[in-house]
Structure formats: C-alpha cells, structure tokens
C-alpha cells in the first residue's frame, strides 16, 4: 500500500491512517440529520432557483457528473454529483475535462451567484443521504482530473482513502476554485490533513465544527 510521506504540521500523512469506530458513525449520523434539516430549510427557495436557471439558460436545471467516492483497498468508487447547473450546457463540447475557475468563461448569470453562494451545491445534500458524501471531508473530483493529477502529482487519488468525499472540508474554504499546481499541491495537503484530523472523537468534533462555522461564514459572506 503506498504511503504518502509528505508532512503537515510534523505529522506524516499516510493512507493507512486510522478512523475511530465512533467518528465513522458519529458523522453518518450527523450527516443524514443535518441534511434533512437544510433540505426543510431550503425547500421553499429551490423552485426558485430552478426557475432562474431556466430563464438564464438554454439546458437541465441539474447537472449529473460522475465523481470519484470513498475509496478502499485500491478500489476507487464512482457516483453522480448532484449540482445546479452553472455552465451552458456546451462547457466542454470537446469533451476534455477542465478545471473550473473562479472567473471562468463558461460560467452563466444565474450561475455565477450560485457559485459565489455555494447554493450550486444544496443539491448534493441527496448524495450525503444516499451514503455517497459527507457533510465534510476531500472534495470529490472527476475520475478523470484524478487520473490526470495523479500522474503529475502522486498520492492525489489517495485523498479519499476510508474517508467519504465532502460538500465542504478543509480545502473548500481555505481556496475556492482550483486554477494551478500550487493550488491542487496545497488541497492534497489539506484533504489529508483533515483525515489525520479525525483520527479520534474529540479531535473529529473540534475539526468539523470549526469547518461548519467557517463553511456559514463563507456562505454568509458570499466568497464562494
């Protein structure tokens, strides 16, 4: 099994790190509370924004993409994110994945707000209830964007390992859209910094409240 030596604060990062029993069902518990309280929450605005996407834009009102889940023992799983669609639906007619950008092109209206609030995102509060996210952890990306990073940059596939891939985490509000090696070099080493993190109970509690808070300060402040 390949072992990931590259440090952050002193600790190495490895994929053979250890989940507490407790945090493996602390935070599925969580996770299915806390999504069915936003989806209340939320539900009297979504028809809402489903009508905006429509009059911006010529497409769906969701955009379906398969992503890289939860990974073990070397096998890597693969799910449909659930987003609002913020691009026109020709983003990327030559078929070749791109990194999103924060200012990039292919963005709509309605989309760009939906960026800069991370409402684009509210939809995938269905994939935490089927068990495919968590409400934090390793943004999850597309197999092949993994597969291309991996090979420039080794260890990138391992983000997930015994970890579920989050709607927000570390990486997601410490950067916002990725747009270089330096940013994908420094979210590798926050996403594995955050799975050393929930190691044990208490440091599981400390590290995903701190990440909540942040993540609605975020949201409120609009710097999606």
């Known amino acids: 099994m390949n072992t990931f ?32 309280c936003a989806l209340l929450i939320l539900f009297p605005i979504l028809p809402f924004i489903a009508l905006a996407i429509k009059l911006d834009s010529t497409g769906p009102v969701f955009y379906l993409q398969p992503r890289l889940g ?83 940059m080794p ?11 989050g709607l927000t985490g570390l990486a997601q509000i410490k950067q916002s859209y990725l747009g270089s090696v330096d940013d994908i070099d420094q979210k590798l080493a926050f996403d594995h910094a955050y799975s050393l993190s929930i190691s044990h109970p208490l440091n599981w509690l400390k590290t995903d409240m701190f990440i909540l808070l942040q993540t609605v300060l975020t949201v409120l402040k609009c710097n999606g």
């Open 5 to 36: 030596t590259q440090r952050f604060d002193n600790k190495p990062l490895t994929s053979e790190t250890y989940i507490h029993p407790v945090v493996v069902y602390g935070k599925r518990l969580f996770d299915i509370l806390f999504s069915i």
């Open 70 to 152: 939860q990974s073990q023992k070397g096998n890597l799983n693969v799910f449909n994110v659930i987003k609002f669609r913020t691009m026109g639906i020709d983003a990327e007619k030559e078929g070749k994945a791109l990194l999103a950008t924060k200012s990039d092109p292919r963005i709509t209206r309605v989309g760009a707000f939906l960026r800069k609030t991370r409402f684009d995102e509210t939809p995938q509060f269905i994939n935490i209830l089927r068990g495919e996210m968590s409400l934090i952890g390793p943004r999850p990306e597309r197999p092949e964007l993994t597969s291309a990073i991996d090979k420039k």
């Open 155 to 165: 260890f990138f596939s391992e983000r997930t390992y015994q970890v579920l891939p």
